[in-house]
């Protein structure tokens, strides 16, 4: 009868981290989008991003209530508690995650078909080094390997670094370009966006550690 049972929690869990997969691959899309659509200024897939969030949604209320669900039928303990509440847990931060994407998209509708004062360069490595940190994060979650979760959130100091340096930058163009004050304020908050991916990803990092050990880490600190 045991067995019968824990045979049957074991595939509610694989249909559990199923949905969390999924999840997962919509929030990195939309970041991937987002970024394509600032890059390119393009409106269209903007505006698919931002329509596409209440996939993202619909995902996490589908994990909730799974969780909910086995948490009231087959009252886990111990590591099987944990991994629940850390399901919880990183799908509240991937669907964050999603609202990321949408907000970079809504800065590129505000700055439309604006000429950009310079290249966009930086912002996109910014970019790259946080999806780095999220696809490792993710990555880690899936296979709950610690040791990939401390090198992931060991990468937040550098976007950090990276933030305060592009943010100076974009600074110093306002006195010389008052009518390009939008696009200055849209693109520090693009920044402040790819800034908070990576500080998401170290939270889901967090929760890796946290699943291994039973003990609470801060990997920012």
């Known amino acids: 009868m045991f067995m019968n049972t824990r045979s049957k929690f074991d595939q509610n869990l694989k249909e559990l981290k199923s949905l969390q997969l999924n999840m997962a691959a919509e929030a990195e899309t939309a970041i991937k989008n987002a970024m394509l659509?600032?890059?390119?200024?393009?409106?269209?897939?903007?505006s698919k991003v931002m329509n596409g969030d209440q996939v993202i949604d619909d995902l996490e209320y589908d994990i909730h209530e799974?969780?909910?669900?086995l948490i009231?039928?087959?009252?886990?303990?111990?590591?099987?508690?944990?991994?629940?509440?850390?399901?919880?847990?990183?799908?509240?931060e991937v669907e964050r995650l999603g609202d990321i994407a949408v907000n970079i998209a809504k800065s590129v509708v505000h700055i439309g078909n604006e000429k950009y004062l310079k290249e966009l360069s930086e912002i996109p490595k910014m970019m790259e080094m946080a999806t780095e940190m999220l696809t490792e994060a993710i990555t880690a979650f899936y296979s709950e390997d610690p040791a990939l979760a401390k090198k992931c959130a060991e990468k937040d100091d550098q976007v950090?670094?990276?933030f305060g340096d592009i943010l100076k930058e974009l600074l110093t163009y306002t006195p010389q370009n008052p009518d390009s004050t939008n696009q200055i304020i849209q693109?520090?908050?693009?920044?402040r966006s790819i800034?908070?991916?990576?500080?998401?990803?170290?939270?889901?990092?967090?929760?890796?550690?946290?699943?291994e050990t039973g003990k609470r880490y801060n990997l920012n600190a």
């Open 66 to 69: 799974k969780v909910l669900q």
């Open 187 to 191: 693109l520090a908050f693009v920044c």
């Open 195 to 211: 800034e908070r991916i990576a500080d998401h990803s170290t939270n889901i990092a967090e929760n890796v550690i946290y699943l």
């Open 37 to 46: 659509a600032l890059l390119n200024q393009d409106i269209g897939l903007a």
């Open 160 to 162: 950090d670094e990276m």
């Open 72 to 92: 009231a039928q087959q009252s886990p303990v111990a590591k099987d508690l944990r991994r629940l509440h850390v399901a919880l847990t990183v799908s509240s």
